[in-house]
């Protein structure tokens, strides 16, 4: 389960994607997680994925 609290979510996939995923898609893939919906939520709190740094900034 992930976190629902974006501040949270943040640093859970961040994590993931440095530890365990060479991109969002394989992450999302992985976990279940609506990509869309996931994007949303951390833009809330103005974060976006950066493809080629394979994290949120």
């Keep these: 389960m992930i976190p629902k609290d974006p501040v949270m979510l943040l640093s859970y996939v961040n994590?993931?994607?440095?530890?365990?995923?060479?991109?969002?898609?394989?992450?999302?893939?992985?976990?279940?997680?609506?990509?869309?919906?996931?994007?949303?939520?951390?833009?809330?709190i103005h974060y976006t994925y950066h493809q080629e740094k394979n994290q949120f900034i």
């Excluded at 060479?22 to 609506?34: K, P």
């Design 15 to 44: 994590t993931q994607l440095r530890d365990s995923y060479e991109t969002l898609d394989e992450l999302c893939a992985a976990l279940d997680i609506n990509k869309e919906e996931l994007m949303s939520a951390l833009e809330s």
